[in-house]
T-cell receptor
Framework: GDSVTQMEGPVTLSEEAFLTINCTYT??????LFWYVQYPGEGLQLLLK?????DKGSNKGFEATYRKETTSFHLEKGSVQVSDSAVYFC???????????FGKGTSLLVTP | DTGVSQDPRHKITKRGQNVTFRCDPI?????LYWYRQTLGQGPEFLTY????????KSRLLSDRFSAERPKGSFSTLEIQRTEQGDSAMYLC??????????????FGQGTRLTVV
């Protein structure tokens, strides 16, 4: 079935470092792809999305490009801040059924 | 629009007690989902409503769990005879009635349940 695989965390970076969180997917057809972020003790917030191949989603300095050739949707940010410390989830809609499929999440800690 | 609202935010209960959580979705959203999230894991799907109809249930939803959405607006999730393994964050999400494969879900802040 459709699924996503994320890199294992935790990831620890110094402020202003470059961030990459890898996500690869297996899907039938070409669904939209999403990145969600979860701050400590909170629910999930949609960070960005891409609806078709070669689309780039972006928000708050984060970017991810929907790459059909490599079935990837890696999350990047050029300069992370302490406030970016959170758990990041890659997700895609199902081929059958209704519920989003989530990766296991990647925890990011940014230190001053 | 105030987003998806969940109540309570936190619930501590003794093993064997019943608990009920409430979710108010975004007003124009027909679709409503319940997920469970345990520490260090991604959200796991529990159940889905299209308006008032419960169209999908995960095998995670044991017979101690029941969910309703009586008028197609708010939803409740009840857990009977709680067990320590039920301790988790319970997340509610909603989405508009568009093509499923292109539609994101909007999440509430969750209800954290602790069973002691």
């Amino acid at each position: 079935g459709d699924s996503v695989t994320q890199m294992e965390g935790p990831v620890t970076l110094s402020e202003e470092a470059f961030l990459t969180i890898n996500c690869t997917y297996t899907a039938t057809g070409y669904p939209s792809l999403f990145w969600y972020v979860q701050y400590p003790g909170e629910g999930l917030q949609l960070l960005l999305k891409a609806t078709k191949a070669d689309d780039k989603g972006s928000n708050k300095g984060f970017e991810a490009t929907y790459r059909k050739e490599t079935t990837s949707f890696h999350l990047e940010k050029g300069s992370v801040q302490v406030s970016d410390s959170a758990v990041y989830f890659c997700a895609l809609p199902p081929n059958s059924g209704y519920a989003l499929n989530f990766g296991k999440g990647t925890s990011l800690l940014v230190t001053p | 629009d105030t987003g998806v609202s969940q109540d309570p935010r936190h619930k501590i209960t003794k093993r064997g007690q019943n608990v009920t959580f409430r979710c108010d979705p975004i007003s124009e959203h027909n679709r409503l989902y319940w997920y469970r999230q345990t520490l260090g894991q991604g959200p796991e799907f529990l159940t889905y409503f299209q308006n008032e109809a419960q169209l999908e249930k995960s095998r995670l939803l044991s017979d101690r769990f029941s969910a309703e959405r009586p008028k197609g607006s708010f939803s409740t999730l009840e857990i009977q005879r709680t067990e320590q393994g039920d301790s988790a964050m319970y997340l509610c999400a909603s989405s508009p009635d568009r093509a499923v494969r292109n539609t994101e879900a909007f999440f509430g802040q969750g209800t954290r349940l602790t069973v002691v």
